[in-house]
């Protein structure tokens, strides 16, 4: 398990070192989102099913919603009274013309994850409310850490093949920098069990989230290379069940176009009363 572990973070880096300014090649992903199935969707809807609850949850009635997906299909049937806007870098979004916006499954995606937080930001009224979900980073871990070791022991050599999705925290600060209010990330993994391997990736097309890095390898992957992989993934991440799992890592963000009425911290040192008072205890100051 170690070694999967090791060969997994390995390529990671490899990647890094090796990879162009532009992480996704858009043209494929475009390709790959066409050729998506209604039996792949159940990831989207997943997420559109969490997205309504929470925004549910918020005491307040939005009137000119707008959502980014590739897949209207399963979104609008959440939010029926939504403007739906393409993925893209350059979102069809108005500045201020929204009360809310959904960030649908594609940030993980995107090259400048800044800019189409910044985008989403403008887009929205004073104290209007922005709600993303992504994939993470701990996202097909297993089928990761699989194919790096499978692909190093039978060409010598790893390509990147899975998204680096950025992690909670990282996501996270990416609300601040876009200049949101009231910042909130969170994170719920998935965990979907297959038969095996090979129906794992049978689903990762038909969900339209196939391989379209743009340092990608540009020839079909050896049938030696996937066999080993499945190989790999039975002996390490079999269930109880005899299934195999596989990890989803749904990171959830949430943040405000700011506005007056929000509320806003206390100066530092504007507090009228001392903390050991209210607590009924005493103070004892810190050694040098």
Known sequence: MRALFEVSVAAFYVFLMTAQPTLTDLKALTHRRARATARGMFLQQAAAEEVQDRVGLVKKAFTAPAIVTAFPQVWEAAFPKAKIVPEGEV?????????????????????????????????????????????????????????????????????????????????????????????????QPLTVEYEDAWALMRDLRE???????????????????????????????????????????????????????????????????RLADALNSREEPLPD
């Open 207 to 273: 969900m339209g989230e196939t391989n379209a890095l743009q340092a990608r390898l540009r020839r079909p992957t050896g049938r030696a290379v996937l066999t080993r992989a499945a190989e790999l993934y039975a002996t390490h991440f079999t269930a109880p069940s005899g299934r195999v799992t596989a990890t989803f890592d749904m990171i959830f963000l949430a943040g405000w176009a700011p506005d007056e009425s929000q509320q806003k911290p206390l100066r530092p040192g504007s507090a009228q009363q």
């Open 91 to 187: 979102l069809a979004l108005e500045p201020q013309a929204h009360d809310l916006v959904i960030h649908a499954m594609g940030l993980h995606w995107t090259n400048d994850p800044i800019g189409q937080l910044i985008q989403c930001r403008r887009a929205l009224r004073p104290d209007g409310l922005l709600q993303a979900v992504a994939l993470g980073g701990q996202t097909l871990h297993e089928l990761r850490a699989c194919l790096g070791q499978a692909e190093a022991e039978v060409t010598g050599g790893l390509s990147p093949r899975i998204a680096p999705m950025g992690e909670l925290r990282d996501l996270g600060a990416l609300l601040q920098r876009a200049g949101l209010a009231l910042p909130v990330a969170d994170s």
